[in-house]
């Protein structure tokens, strides 16, 4: 498995990702191609054999970072993909001299709270109703002390 910087070629294979795997709130084409252009964004893939099977998402501000999304293809989860893809998004905010990483992850996820858990995340507090389907985030951080 590979990891590597997304480029603009990668974003139709990215947005048919996210058709795989998600019901709702899916980004489009439209928010794929935004955060390529966003100087603030820093996007990866994991590929394996040329195949794109994960990707992740971080916008950068000052000393404060945002993890905007994390999504591994079903087949490839609970294999060290998404711990590999948030590692390098952390370490890209390390370097660019981040204090603080803030995420939402949705209630019913387990298996993503348990991969932020594992990063050093913590749970700092929820949102109501933050999802179009009505379902609670929790919010968590990551410090760098």
């Known amino acids: 498995m590979l990891i590597r ?3 603009f070629e990668d974003i139709l294979a990215l947005t048919a990702l996210e058709e ?19 100087s603030a964004f820093f996007g990866v893939v994991a ?12 916008t950068i501000a000052a000393d404060s970072a945002d993890i905007e999304n994390v999504l591994v293809a079903e087949g490839y ?9 948030v590692g390098s ?9 981040v204090r603080d ?8 996820n387990a298996p993503a709270m348990r991969l932020y858990l594992k990063n050093n995340f ?3 507090y929820a949102r109501t109703r933050y999802y179009s389907d009505g379902e609670d985030c929790l919010v968590m951080k990551l410090s760098f002390t």
């Open 77 to 85: 989860r609970r294999g060290g993909v998404g711990n590999k893809i």
């Open 122 to 124: 913590v749970g700092v």
């Open 5 to 7: 910087e997304w480029k």
């Open 89 to 97: 998004l952390i370490e890209h905010a390390r370097g660019c001299g």
């Open 47 to 58: 590929t394996e054999g040329g195949e794109i099977i994960g990707y992740g998402g971080i």
């Open 101 to 108: 990483i803030f995420l939402e992850v949705r209630v019913s």
């Open 20 to 38: 795989q795997c998600f019901e709702s709130d899916r980004w489009s084409y439209r928010t794929f191609a935004s955060c390529y252009e966003n």
